[in-house]
């Protein structure tokens, strides 16, 4: 009986709401090497399932390039497959420190580009589904924002709230980590 089958018939018989949990492992680089991918999904797999051999956990994975960019996508089935119970293969309290410093690792054994250093950050985050008019919107408003920064005009965050009002924005709402404004 190989492995897959095996699998397969646990997975079937496992009566858990969450039948499996999936997730990505994004990178800025369009591709790497077919051995660096096998050895970082490999290692992914070692700090993911820390104490659990091969045989005891079924993981799939799949690669995308259509967004400029390298994508290992991951889907595992929740489920131990020698003792058929639930398998939780990421609890983020405790489990996103040694993901995180995982990711350090990589990132710096395979010279890759560094999510968290400051000069990678992306000016603007914005949801999928903003209708297109808002998405040029808080494009404008960020673009006009850096210029202002740029000038040396903007200090602390006082500066951006009495910048923002001075263009005629109107504060909804300010938090330790963001600033809203009113729809005009």
């Keep these: 009986l190989d ?11 496992q009566p858990f709401a969450k039948k499996y949990t999936s997730g990505c492992l994004s990178f800025y680089e369009h591709d790497l090497t077919y051995p660096d991918k096998q050895k970082i999904m ?3 797999e070692r700090c993911l399932f820390p104490g659990l051999d091969q045989d005891q956990y079924q993981i799939l994975w799949v690669q995308h390039q ?7 996508n991951f889907v595992v089935a929740n489920v131990e497959l020698q003792s058929g119970k639930r398998l939780q293969p ?8 040694r ?3 995982w990711k350090d690792l990589v990132n710096d054994h ?5 999510p968290n250093d400051p000069l990678n950050k992306r000016e603007l985050c914005t949801p999928n589904n903003l209708p297109r008019t808002k998405i040029k919107a ?13 000038r040396g005009d903007l200090k602390n965050r006082d500066d951006v ?8 924005f109107e504060i909804a709402r300010t938090t330790k980590k963001s600033i809203s404004i009113k729809d005009p």
């Design 110 to 114: 395979y010279d890759l580009k560094d």
């Design 138 to 150: 808080c494009e404008a408003i960020t673009d006009g924002l850096l210029r202002v920064a740029e």
């Design 42 to 44: 490999q290692q992914f």
């Design 66 to 72: 259509d967004k400029d960019r390298l994508e290992l």
């Design 99 to 101: 993901v995180n410093a």
């Design 3 to 13: 492995r897959s089958s095996a699998a397969s018939d646990v997975y079937k018989r």
């Design 90 to 97: 990421y609890f983020d309290r405790a489990d996103r420190p």
């Design 161 to 168: 709230i009495k910048t923002l009002e001075g263009a005629g």
